[in-house]
């Protein structure tokens, strides 16, 4: 069976966590200081929390993952 194949017999499931591991959302959060953004794994762990948006997108960067902005 090709690659092609695979991905067409792929369940709903599967298919969802596609690329999932490359992935980490950047959310701004309320802390007592103000605000930080937090970065989330695909899973909704949340990893780290960096007081900079820029900082928190090249944190992930750094780590070979796409940041995704979530508001």
Same mark, same amino acid.
């Given at each position: 069976?090709?690659?092609?194949?695979?991905? $067409?017999?792929?369940?709903?499931?599967? *298919?969802?966590?596609?690329?999932?591991?490359?992935? &980490?959302?950047?959310? $701004?959060?309320?802390? =007592?200081?103000?605000? =930080? *953004? =937090?970065?989330?794994? =695909?899973?909704?762990?949340?990893?780290?929390?960096?007081?900079?948006?820029?900082?928190? *997108? &090249?944190?992930? $960067?750094?780590?070979?993952?796409?940041?995704?902005?979530?508001?």
């Amino acid at each position: 069976m090709t690659e092609i194949e695979k991905l $067409r017999h792929i369940s709903p499931k599967e *298919f969802a966590l596609l690329g999932m591991q490359d992935l &980490a959302y950047i959310k $701004r959060i309320a802390v =007592a200081e103000g605000s =930080a *953004f =937090a970065i989330y794994a =695909a899973d909704g762990t949340q990893v780290a929390q960096l007081p900079d948006r820029e900082i928190a *997108f &090249a944190t992930v $960067r750094q780590h070979d993952l796409e940041p995704v902005s979530v508001h």
